[in-house]
């Protein structure tokens, strides 16, 4: 699910994405973006080592990687790029089923230009909801805002990894490491005005885990304040390592 730039150092972590036959070998058959931006794609180049995989995304999505020639990298001899409808269940890998669904966002800022709308729905942003066994997980990690429209499709999920970048929607600000608010990002603040802690309390959700979380959001530092009020919330805020099992 999305290739952070990262994404070189969380494979030599998880000893399940580790070669099993050859040196370079991989065991990921299928990646899902679930948009074009930066903290999303960039790992795409580290998964260019000559082991087949399928792309799967919204035309939209894979419309703004088609558009940078830096992912010709990606051989479509080797890479296969599938587009994937909204709302139309596929299976990435036997067994598991996943539905794209729109949500608020915008274009990754990469592509931002005078015509940027916000919070708009359109290809562009997705969520997907995961299904195996019987069980759903709702994975959402880019989301501006929490509409009636979110909430009816997310509930009754035994898990929801949701929108975690910033606490309040001045955060960034506040830290004095950018001038943008949340809401100018494309991200929903996690409290305050509209925020999602209090939009979604009243939605039957089963696991609440907060995912993308930026450097600079205060609930990353263990045993804050502000992490005891997420977690008294009945948050729990992701970390690396964190498994949930669709068994």
């Given at each position: ?82 587009p ?53 997980v ?16 997310i ?15 001045d955060?960034m ?75």
């Amino acid at each position: 699910m999305n290739a952070s730039p990262d994404i070189r150092q969380q494979l030599f972590d998880n000893p399940a994405m580790h070669p099993r036959a050859g040196l370079r070998h991989s065991p990921i058959h299928a990646v899902l973006l679930t948009n074009g931006d930066v903290d999303h794609v960039a790992g795409l180049l580290t998964l260019r080592e000559g082991q087949p995989f399928t792309l799967y995304g919204t035309s939209g999505i894979l419309d703004s990687v088609n558009a940078n020639r830096v992912f010709d990298v990606m051989a479509a001899g080797v890479v296969a790029r599938e587009p994937i409808a909204l709302d139309r269940a596929f299976e990435p890998v036997p067994g598991l089923r996943v539905t794209l669904f729109s949500v608020p966002g915008k274009v990754p800022l990469w592509l931002e230009d005078e015509t940027l709308e916000l919070g708009a729905e359109t290809e562009t942003t997705v969520g997907a909801m995961i299904e195996a066994n019987g069980r759903r997980v709702a994975y959402i990690p880019g989301c501006a805002r929490v509409t009636d429209g979110l909430k009816d499709r997310i509930a009754g999920v035994d898990a929801l990894l949701f929108d975690g970048t910033v606490l309040l929607d001045d955060d960034m600000i506040r830290a004095g490491v950018g001038t943008k608010t949340g809401w100018r990002m494309g991200h929903v603040p996690m409290t305050g005005e509209g925020g999602s802690v209090a939009a979604l309390a009243d939605v039957a959700i089963g696991r609440r885990v907060f995912v993308h979380i930026n450097n600079t959001n205060p609930v990353l530092v263990e045993g804050s304040d502000e992490r005891l009020q997420i977690e008294a919330a009945g948050w729990t805020v992701a970390h690396d390592g964190l498994t949930l099992s669709l068994s």
